[in-house]
């Protein structure tokens, strides 16, 4: 049972335009979302989070906003670089309980030139 | 940020023997640390959760006697497989929280088995 999806395996954006990741959950305990962004090999690095009293933070060129009711959270990277290239995870966890994290499939965003 | 370390970061070994998998935390103190693994073009799936002093604890599916997990101090935890197989072949990463900020979690580099 995938608590977290991301439908979008992949996303492919011009340089300098806006790149749009989706994520959906279904486990409505959870009330702090995260994103991170994954090279092959590599461990996941930890780019923005929100918590759900929120429905929008940002950080330079990452926006994530969260839709409670639709229980979707999206993130935004504007402008798009070459150098965003990689996989992008979006997590999930219930702060009443155990850190847990629950991670979405991923989604492989290409920024070309 | 606070930093994550593996080692070793890639080893290959034969099959019925076992590998250790080692997890720091190197600036910091971490009562909790995670194990997952992802297979190829897969997400990452916790593995258990590594309490330091204590057993750990399992998700359902993963086998406790093929995955030991110890915890020995705040900044140190270990995974081995045991016996491995082929099929144990992956990619096994660890993460850990800050104290202070449970909410957030630092991730290994990882460490890529290959099982013969």
């Known amino acids: 049972d995938q608590q977290v999806k991301q439908n979008s395996p992949s996303l492919s954006v011009q340089e300098g335009r806006i790149s749009i990741l989706n994520c959906d959950y279904t486990n409505s305990m959870f009330d702090y979302f995260l994103w991170y962004k994954k090279y092959p090999a590599e461990g996941p690095t930890f780019l923005i989070s929100i918590s759900s009293i929120k429905d929008k933070n940002e950080d330079g060129r990452f926006t994530v906003f969260l839709n409670k009711s639709a229980k979707h959270l999206s993130l935004h990277i504007v402008p798009s670089q070459p150098g965003d290239s990689a996989v992008y995870f979006c997590?999930?966890?219930?702060?009443?309980?155990?850190?847990?994290?629950?991670f979405g499939t991923g989604t492989r965003l290409q920024v070309t030139l | 940020g606070a930093v994550v370390s593996q080692h070793p970061s890639w080893v290959i070994c034969k099959s019925g023997t076992s590998v250790k998998i080692e997890c720091r935390s190197l600036d910091f103190q971490a009562t909790t640390m995670f194990w997952y693994r992802q297979f190829p073009k897969q997400s990452l799936m916790l593995m258990a959760t590594s309490n330091e002093g204590s057993k750990a604890t399992y998700e359902q599916g993963v086998e406790k006697d093929k995955f030991l997990i110890n915890h020995a101090s705040l900044t140190l935890s270990t995974l081995t497989v045991t016996s491995a197989h082929p099929e144990d072949s992956s990619f096994y990463i660890c993460?850990?929280?800050?104290?202070?900020?449970?909410?957030?979690?630092?991730f290994g580099p990882g460490t890529r088995l290959t099982v013969l």
């Open positions: 997590a999930a966890l219930d702060t009443g309980t155990a850190s847990k994290l629950t």
């Open positions: 993460s850990a929280s800050p104290p202070r900020d449970f909410n957030e979690q630092f």
